[in-house]
């Protein structure tokens, strides 16, 4: 974004770009900040919008991939985004946010020139409530990030308790998820999206751990004209876990139009300690 362009937008703000003296620079936001920094997904929107922004970018995001290294604080912090290889369809962009002369987080994309062809979707939507029928999570003072998001559960339901249970719940849970301030959805929130699920140890255990997301790539299985085809300011999501294990856990999600388009997929390793 041009750093002219007033901008009102809670998201676009934390994930704004601009240039200094040639050199790409964001800032954090206290809006979307979680325990000991930002939300995970602000800073993947903000690195796949300094590539997606990029004068040299050709294509729409098929793929991104962020690597958290360690905790912004607050403040602005430096982009430094390339293209690694251009090929006919398909283009290969890397980026690092460093603060402080150090890296705290990095990311490979791909950008992909896509044609019609034949297309098959496997997987369908999952059967739900309506989002207008499903009730609202009520956000109870937890990390400011989480009100900028309106959680609507329909299948697992947050629970936390000052034990966890004795024996581990279910770790998938089917919800709408909509920007507090209504915002078309687009390549860039599907990002922050991804992440914007609870950890699955939260449901499994029903306590709350300190966790932290270590890697966690996205797939967008549609492009600018597939999502200003949707045209939605909400979408469903699932999230379901395989396994935790010494410190570690995954998760893996979806992310549909109301009209049953499968938007984008996501999986992650997060660390936790219990």
Known sequence: MDAK????????????????????RGHTSDAYWA??????????????????????RQGDPLALTVNY????????????ARVIKTNRSSQHWSVELSQNGEVAA??????AQRRPTWSHQERTMPHTTPFAEAEIYPNNGAAPWVGQYQFRFTEGRPQ???????????ARSTLWIRDTV????????????SDAFFARIFHVR??????GTVSMT?????????????????????????VFHKSYSDQMTELWSPDGKLLATSQQVTYFKA
């Open 218 to 242: 996205v797939y967008f299985h549609a492009d600018a004209d597939d999502l200003a085809a949707a045209n939605t300011e909400h979408v469903l999501g699932t999230a379901d876990a395989s």
């Open 69 to 80: 290294c360690a905790p912004l604080a607050r403040g602005p912090f430096d982009l430094n």
């Open 160 to 170: 936390t308790t000052s034990a966890p249970f004795e024996k581990p719940a279910s």
């Open 5 to 24: 362009t007033p901008i009102d937008d809670p998201f676009d703000i934390a994930t704004q770009v601009t240039t200094i003296d040639g050199q790409l």
């Open 206 to 211: 029903r306590q709350l751990v300190p966790i």
């Open 106 to 111: 990095f990311a490979t994309a791909v950008f």
């Open 35 to 56: 325990f000991i920094g930002p939300f995970g997904g602000a800073t993947a929107g903000v690195m796949l919008r300094a590539m997606a922004d990029h004068p040299e």
């Open 182 to 193: 209504p915002r078309k959805v687009d390549a860039i929130s599907l990002a922050s999206m």
